[in-house]
Each structure stands twice: as C-alpha cells, then as structure tokens.
C-alpha cells in the first residue's frame, strides 16, 4: 500500500495569485492602449445556478479591470434572438470575449448558439475549432475550456509533474471531462477515463497518480487508500 498522505490544494490561494497577475496585466493595457478587456455574459433565464456563476464572474471581472458586459435574456427567447444577440456582440468593438451560460432551454440548440460565436472572442474555448485543435498533436487552440485548464494550472503550480503519470479522470462531458482529458495528454500523462460504462471503475482509480472527477456529484469516487492528488476532495 502507498505511503502517500493526501495533499490537500489550497485552490483559493492559487486563484488569488492568478488574479492579481492578471490585474497587473489589465493595468499595462489600459496604461499602454488606453482600453481594458472587456468580457459579454449572456445569461437567458434565471436558473439559481447559473446566475450564482455569472455571478461570480462579474465579481473576478472587477477584481481585476475587466469590463463586463451584461446581457440578461428571458427564459422564453428564441433562439434567433439569442443567435442575434451573439452577432452583436461579435462585431461590438468593446468586447473582447463572450460567454454563453450553459445550459440553456430546451428550446435552443446550445451547439448552434456556441458555434455562432467568433473564434477570436470564444473565451470558453467551445467553438468546433477550439476543441478540435485541442484534440489534434501539435495544434494549439486560441482558447481553452476554463474549468479544465484551471484543473492544469492548479497541478502544475502545486509543483506537481504531470508528465508520465497515471491519469484518471471521471466524466466525459463537454464542458469538462472531454476537454481535461485532451488537457492531461497534451501534457504527456497516460489518461484513461471512467464513465458510467467503465466495468470494475474502482481498480482503475486506485492505480492513478492524478485523479480529476469531472462528474459533479460529490462522492461519487471512494477508495480505500488516498489518493495524493485528487483536486477535488473526493477520495477517502
């Protein structure tokens, strides 16, 4: 059995650091080109959850001199008016990344709002393009999914190697499983995914270096040993 003792990521600490480099950089723009980033959030509805993330997305947007743009939709919009909105704001000169809150209505097809926006302001890194650079040796994306790079970006400035490791990670979704798997093999790990079809997911987790859960739901992994480097607290 492993002697490793549980590390726990101090996540809160990192991200304060990562936002005071990103204020200094804001300053030297503004002090250089006499304009700040400016980020456009389009919300359409009023699920709990989602305005809780926007939400706190304005508050980092002011932490560091970025201007917000604000774009509040009824839950009822169509997906026209919604795709017309994006248009807009891909030609509006004062914003330079737009944000699609997912999920949206059943009504509208997420995948043809996400494509509608400009590759140079897909902050998100959803667009078609984007990921599929992000799947391909060698290419680079102009933008990545911001939930799996901050998984990245926290192992990489815990001081730990990511390179050659056992990676495991729980979820396939879009938004995170997907992308954080493409994220790991881009950094040469050795990456298997566990999903609601793996057979026998525990013998697999327990042989990880590195497990990231992607899955949203608390506790849905349990092994009997720690494991050194979980990012999310899930392992006991």
């Keep these: 059995m492993s002697d490793h003792k549980a590390t726990v990521i101090d996540g809160k600490a990192i991200a304060q650091t990562i936002r005071s480099e990103i204020a200094t950089e804001v300053r030297r723009l503004s002090e250089t080109y006499g304009k700040v980033p400016g980020l456009a959030v389009v919300i359409v509805g009023n699920r709990k959850d989602s305005e809780s993330y926007v939400n706190m997305k304005r508050k980092a947007c002011a932490e560091v001199g970025i201007k917000s743009v604000d774009t509040n939709l009824p839950e009822d919009v169509s997906e026209t008016e919604l795709i017309c909105r994006v248009h807009y704001l891909n030609v509006n000169p004062d914003v330079h990344g737009i944000l699609v809150q997912l999920p949206l209505p059943k009504h509208i097809n997420e995948e043809k709002v996400l494509t509608e926006i400009a590759l140079e302001k897909d902050v998100d890194g959803f667009h078609p393009m984007n990921i599929g650079k992000l799947a391909m040796k060698g290419r680079e994306p102009l933008f990545v999914p911001c939930t799996p790079k901050g998984c990245v970006e926290l192992l990489k400035r815990s001081g730990i190697t990511i390179k050659g490791k056992k990676a495991v990670v729980v979820g396939r979704s879009n938004i995170v499983g997907l992308p954080v798997t493409l994220l790991l093999l881009k950094e040469d790990a050795t990456v298997t995914v566990v999903h609601s079809g793996t057979k ?25 040993s720690p494991c050194p480097y979980c990012l999310h607290n899930e392992c006991n």
């Design 200 to 224: 026998e997911p525990e013998s697999i987790i327990r042989e990880a270096d590195i497990i990231i859960a992607a899955v949203g739901q608390a506790m849905m992994v349990t092994i009997a």
